[in-house]
Nanobody
Framework: WVQLVESGGGSVQAGGSLRLSCAASEYTFTSGCMGWFRQAPGKEREGVAG??????????YYADSVKGRFTISQDNAKNTLYLQMNSLKPEDTAMYYC???????????????????WGQGTQVTVSS
């Protein structure tokens, strides 16, 4: 079991930026995948960005709605996952969660069913 703790959420105006962090305990960033998901009130949880590391390579995945605005990255030395969010829109308002899975596959990297370990979430609110 991996403990994941998100931070960095807050309230910003449209066009602003936030950087979310996800600190992972006892997780090896050299293999497996991690992802950022979000859930707005009354909506299903959706994948925002994912990162897969394996065989010495790293792959990045983004939902169409955030491509060009959000960037996922990781700091292996700090066991921390990041989500840099720029040009925020009111529709980005949601609870944001990070998730981890150590299986060696990119299948379903932006699907909630792929992940077994989840953080408790951090709220992002974007006002117009």
């Amino acid at each position: 079991w991996v403990q994941l703790v998100e931070s960095g959420g807050g309230s910003v105006q449209a066009g602003g930026s936030l950087r979310l962090s996800c600190a992972a305990s006892e997780y090896t960033f050299t293999s497996g995948c991690m992802g950022w998901f979000r859930q707005a009130p009354g909506k299903e949880r959706e994948g925002v960005a994912g990162i897969y590391t394996g065989s010495g390579r790293t792959f990045y995945y983004y939902a169409d709605s955030v491509k060009g605005r959000f960037t996922i990255s990781q700091d292996n030395a700090k066991n921390t996952l990041y989500l840099q969010m720029n040009s925020l829109k009111p529709e980005d308002t949601a609870m944001y969660y990070c998730a981890a899975d150590d299986r060696s596959s990119t299948a379903g990297i932006l699907r909630t069913s792929r992940y077994k370990d989840w953080g408790q979430g951090t709220q992002v609110t974007v006002s117009s």
